[in-house]
């Protein structure tokens, strides 16, 4: 992604994705800090300073480094870091996505902003000629799977565990999480 998306959800609120910067990083440690719910359903546990390691480190077998993408979201065009998307281009396959995190802060659940914000990213997906996106999703993560649903995704069951996710060291509480997939329509230019 090289130019900011700015969506401007039903309430008026302006928000807007780019690609994280080393500046960020302060504001992405207060999201993780402030999701604790999300967290302990993923991880089984709060997050912690090798969350934010992870994200940058992380990356699925077989995925080439230079297809990974780190973006935030931020309200309006400067203020504050809202959310997090960390994704993998041309991922499991050339013309595919994966999605390893979609995180918006706590205070904008069931707001209506995560929506517009995913769906501003799904358009630019499509555009560029990606055809699917994969995710994934903690079994026990309702609040996840209703928005996943509400975006089409098709769940697709059980992901893989191992001693391993990417390539950091699965924790010994983290749960269970299961696959989803949706087909993008391709889109104009």
Partial sequence: MTEPITVTTEDGRRYTVREATPDDEPGVTSLFEASTEY????????????????????????????????????EGADGPVVGIVDAVLRHPDPD???????????????????????TALLDRTA?????????TVPTDWDRGRRFLAALSFRFTGPAPQGPTTA????????????????????KAG
């Fill in 96 to 118: 595919a996505c994966a999605v390893g995190l979609f995180l918006l802060h706590p205070s904008l659940w069931g707001t209506g902003a995560a929506r517009p914000l995913a």
């Fill in 39 to 74: 967290f302990e359903a993923a991880t089984g546990l709060p997050s912690g300073p090798a969350d934010l390691q992870s994200l940058y480190y992380s990356l699925p077998p077989g995925a080439d480094w230079q297809d990974k993408r780190i973006l935030v979201v931020t």
């Fill in 167 to 186: 390539n950091r060291s699965t924790g010994p509480r983290e749960p269970a999480v299961e696959g989803a997939e949706l087909v993008l329509a391709p």
């Fill in 127 to 135: 555009a560029s000629g990606t055809a699917r996106v994969t995710a």
